[in-house]
């Protein structure tokens, strides 16, 4: 889909076909490298013994602990070795009684209870059988899973931060504004947000609304796998960014989506370089950000696709007229969403109060609504 379809692009189409542009790290299969456990471990601090000897006493051996050979004991009838969680089973021991369940007279341990065979005991293999396939190739990353590549004895992932770039554009930006002219709160605003989802930032200084100045820095990008822009993007007579890029050789992925605000989002590759561009106004600037660089950041790390969403009622109406779904910024009162009486897109007083933006169905909502609602961070 490309910047001259007539229909703006649903949200989620956006966000999958973002996802789908962007290149997963490789992420070959795992397989079980032994039999998991390797070994009979215990699973409990106790006393090893043969189950069927039931509560007679028994003469305590020695101690394992984990990561003891187990080859230091074998338990014979009447006997038993003190044992610690992870630890390998002694031969000739099939149970363990936990140490709540023994009466200890010095070196004399006597069961409270009839031990079954395999008491608190995991076999071997009861995981995993040496070469069983334990994750799928492909399959996104997370932190029990770089774990389970280390326990394999595998290469782990190097998992650098992504460098994303944050430009402003707008020949308006500077840093003593005259009435006429504003100061640059999305590029700190962008870097600030950028850097809390995990990524290395780097704030360039505002670009003006020059085409060949733009082309330049565009063409340009330095060491960065991620640029940010805002403004630009709208039908404006100063918004170049999407003709720029055009010009430039690259790829739409999306330009115009059905939401209220941030309609103008434009996503587009230039060679690696994926180009976020946000629109200028600092509430669909940040909007848009919170929904689309996570999904960038994800995909790049070999991460699943994030899902934001949570969900709670509104403690009052939210009116919505227009033509597509309204992201209203709210305050979390005990639970409840409390919509804010914001002024629009540009009214970054309001989203600087507010905890979550609303998601507001065409017609708007009443109160006590269930709605789903994506957190500021
Ligand atoms: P644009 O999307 O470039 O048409 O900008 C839309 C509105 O957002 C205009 O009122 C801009 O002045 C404002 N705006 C654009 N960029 C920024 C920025 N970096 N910081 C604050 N406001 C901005
Ligand atoms: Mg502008």
């Known amino acids: 889909m490309s910047c001259d379809h007539p229909d703006l692009l649903p949200l989620e189409v956006a966000l999958r076909l973002l996802w789908e542009a962007l290149p997963a790290p490789v992420q070959p ?68 009684v936990p140490v709540e369940q023994i009466e200890m007279h010095g070196e004399i341990a006597r069961p409270m209870i009839v031990p079954d065979p395999g008491d608190h005991v995991r076999s071997r293999g009861d995981q995993a059988r040496s070469g069983d396939l334990l994750l799928a190739a492909e399959t996104p990353l997370n932190a029990a899973r770089v774990a389970l590549l280390a326990q394999e004895g595998l290469l782990l992932p190097t998992r650098p931060r992504i460098r994303v770039g944050v430009a402003s554009t707008g020949d308006e930006l500077v840093p003593s504004p005259a009435p006429y002219q504003i100061r640059d709160s999305n590029g700190p605003m962008l870097a600030d947000l950028a850097q809390t989802l995990g990524a290395e930032v780097e704030l360039r200084p505002a670009l003006p609304d020059e085409p060949a100045t733009l082309a330049r820095a565009l063409g340009h990008p330095g060491a960065i796998r991620i ?82 969403w949570r969900r709670a009622r509104l403690s009052a109406p939210v009116k919505h007229k ?40 065409e017609g708007g909502l009443d109160a006590g609504t269930k709605v789903r609602y994506l957190t500021i961070v």
């Open 322 to 361: 227009a033509d597509r779904p309204l992201l209203h910024p709210c305050r979390l009162v005990e639970g409840r969403l409390e919509p804010l009486p914001g002024k629009g897109s540009a009214d970054l007083i309001t989203l600087a109060k507010a905890d979550a933006f609303a998601w507001i169905d």
């Open 227 to 308: 640029l940010l822009t805002s403004g630009g993007v709208s039908m404006g007579d100063h918004d170049h960014l999407p003709a720029v890029l055009s010009d430039l050789g690259a790829t739409t992925l999306f330009h115009r989506i059905r939401l209220k605000p941030g309609k103008p989002m434009l996503a587009a590759l230039l060679g690696d370089l994926l180009v976020l561009g946000l629109p200028g106004n600092p509430v669909s600037a940040y909007l848009n950000a919170l929904l689309f660089l996570p999904v960038a950041l994800a995909r790049l790390e070999g991460r699943a696709m994030p899902d934001p």
């Open 29 to 96: 299969e795992v397989r079980a490298e032994r039999d998991d456990p390797a070994t009979d471990r215990a699973s409990m601090d106790g006393i090893a013994l043969l189950a069927s000897e039931g509560r007679a006493p028994r003469r305590i051996l020695g101690t394992l602990f984990a990561g003891s050979d187990p080859a230091a004991f074998s338990v014979t009838p009447g006997t038993a070795v003190r044992i610690m969680t992870g630890a390998a089973m002694p031969s000739g021991a099939n149970a363990i």
